[in-house]
T-cell receptor
Framework: GAGVSQSPRYKVAKRGQDVALRCDPI?????LFWYQQALGQGPEFLTY????????KSGLPSDRFFAERPEGSVSTLKIQRTQQEDSAVYLC?????????????FGNGTRLTVT | GNSVTQMEGPVTLSEEAFLTINCTYT??????LFWYVQYPGEGLQLLLK?????DKGSNKGFEATYRKETTSFHLEKGSVQVSDSAVYFC??????????FGRGTQLTVWP
């Protein structure tokens, strides 16, 4: 497909487990973002990559959250020792160039439920 | 700091009714403003944008005008359709490229 692909679509984790969420951006897209969307809220910024460089990780809520994009394409968001407050939809978005000058394309998200 | 305040929903309208969804913002500088839409089961999609004061963004019959004096970017449509039922998000982009979203407004249109 031509869009941003995220997997898994749904993830249920027991409290304390580690999870890994994958994002396949549109091919050739330089910028990649992760957002967290809690129920009934708008998406909130987590982190931003330009190619393989993580330029901004100020939105990551704790040191349990870690993101990487080692080859400048696929990205993984890892959450260690999940807590109930981590339950949310995690959205990935990519853009061809910098996000100020090219539109963001969002994936359908991964819905994480921590029990 | 940057923030977006959006009118709370849900909004329920009959087909062909007029729609307004209010959005105001707080920002440092003059950011670009956006409306995103999320249809059931789909990802967020850009609906329209405006990059400077008095710009009007428009798409699919929806319009929004960037009002610097009132720090607003209200979404309007003259005649809604059942297919417009979705969640609408107002957003601004910071100079660092991150989007700040409102809470979203659920719109339901009945035939």
């Amino acid at each position: 497909g031509a869009g941003v692909s995220q997997s898994p679509r749904y993830k249920v984790a027991k409290r304390g487990q580690d999870v890994a969420l994958r994002c396949d951006p549109i091919s050739g897209h330089v910028s990649l973002f992760w957002y967290q969307q809690a129920l009934g809220q708008g998406p909130e910024f987590l982190t931003y990559f330009q190619n393989e460089a993580q330029l901004d990780k100020s939105g990551l809520p704790s040191d349990r959250f870690f993101a990487e994009r080692p080859e400048g394409s696929v990205s993984t968001l890892k959450i260690q020792r999940t807590q109930q407050e981590d339950s949310a939809v995690y959205l990935c978005a990519s853009s061809l160039r910098d996000p100020y000058n090219s539109p963001l394309h969002f994936g359908n998200g991964t819905r994480l439920t921590v029990t | 700091g940057n923030s977006v305040t959006q009118m709370e929903g849900p909004v329920t309208l009959s087909e062909e009714a007029f729609l307004t969804i209010n959005c105001t913002y707080t920002a440092t500088g003059y950011p670009s403003l956006f409306w995103y839409v999320q249809y059931p089961g789909e990802g967020l999609q850009l609906l329209l944008k405006a990059t400077k004061a008095d710009d009007k963004g428009s798409n699919k019959g929806f319009e929004a005008t960037y009002r610097k004096e009132t720090t607003s970017f209200h979404l309007e449509k003259g005649s809604v359709q059942v297919s417009d039922s979705a969640v609408y998000f107002c957003a601004l982009i910071s100079t660092l490229g991150r989007l700040y979203f409102g809470r979203g407004t659920q719109l339901t249109v009945w035939p």
